[in-house]
């Protein structure tokens, strides 16, 4: 399976304790996202890497979360302190941005999400 | 300000009907896309169709067309023959020239296909 792959797909922790998140996006594609999606909302965007350049956050990263993408493949999303309201699905999303491609919509391509629980 | 609004919280129809999902969007930058996505109960995001802001033709994937709007500023699906499997949460997402290629999400659309 190429496609965007996440891990854990569940995470069960304890209010107070650090989780991290894996997501492994699709080989060729340059550009990597996270998203948080809680129940009967759509995905909220939290931020992207451009590479292993992380280009944008937004407000909803707080200072207790941290995304890296060290060598531009693989990309961790680490939040530190959890509390209860960061239950949620966090999903990884991967797209192919300029280069050689001559169809491209730019459109991204999910991970299956890693669903947290914060007890 | 919410950026897509999709007004139909939850949709009802019969197999082999077609039926329009709504959604209408709020930007002021000349070049855009806009997206539709399905995500049934399993989670993950499908990415169903796409339509630029520059398009003269409405986007047509299949079953699934999007009625575009610009001076509206609509993007509804329309998904015409539905099917049982059809029945998934769909998301309208937009993606703005300056925004780096992320997209901003509706809250979506709760389909319900019935025999």
């Known amino acids: 399976d190429t496609g965007v792959s996440q891990d854990p797909r569940h995470k069960i922790t304890k209010r107070g304790q650090n989780v991290t998140f894996r997501c492994d996006p699709i080989?060729?594609?340059?550009?990597l996202y996270w998203y948080r999606q809680t129940l009967g909302q759509g995905p909220e965007f939290l931020t992207y890497?451009?590479?292993?350049?992380?280009?944008?956050k937004s407000r909803l990263l707080s200072d207790r979360f941290s995304a890296e993408r060290p060598k531009g493949s693989f990309s961790t999303l680490e939040i530190q302190r959890t509390e209860q309201g960061d239950s949620a699905m966090y999903l990884c999303?991967?797209?192919?941005?300029?280069?050689?491609?001559?169809?491209?919509?730019?459109?991204?391509?999910f991970g299956e999400g890693s669903r947290l629980t914060v007890l | 300000a919410q950026k897509i609004t999709q007004t139909q919280p939850g949709m009802f129809v019969q197999e082999k009907e077609a039926v329009t999902l709504d959604c209408t969007y709020d930007?002021?930058?000349?070049?855009?896309?806009l997206f539709w996505y399905k995500q049934p109960s399993s989670g993950e995001m499908i990415f169903l169709i796409y339509?630029?802001?520059?398009?003269?033709q409405n986007a047509t994937e299949g079953r699934y067309s999007l009625n575009f709007q610009k001076a509206r500023k609509s993007a509804n699906l329309v998904i015409s023959a539905s099917q049982l499997g059809d029945s998934a949460m769909y998301f309208c997402?937009?993606?703005?020239?300056?925004?780096?290629?992320?997209?901003?999400f509706g809250k979506g659309t709760s389909l319900l296909v019935t025999p």
């Open positions: 999303a991967s797209s192919l941005v300029g280069g050689l491609a001559t169809t491209n919509t730019g459109e991204l391509f």
């Open positions: 080989s060729e594609h340059n550009r």
């Open positions: 890497f451009q590479n292993e350049a992380q280009l944008e």
């Open positions: 930007t002021s930058d000349p070049s855009y896309g």
């Open positions: 339509q630029g802001s520059y398009d003269q």
């Open positions: 997402a937009m993606r703005e020239r300056n925004s780096g290629y992320a997209l901003n």
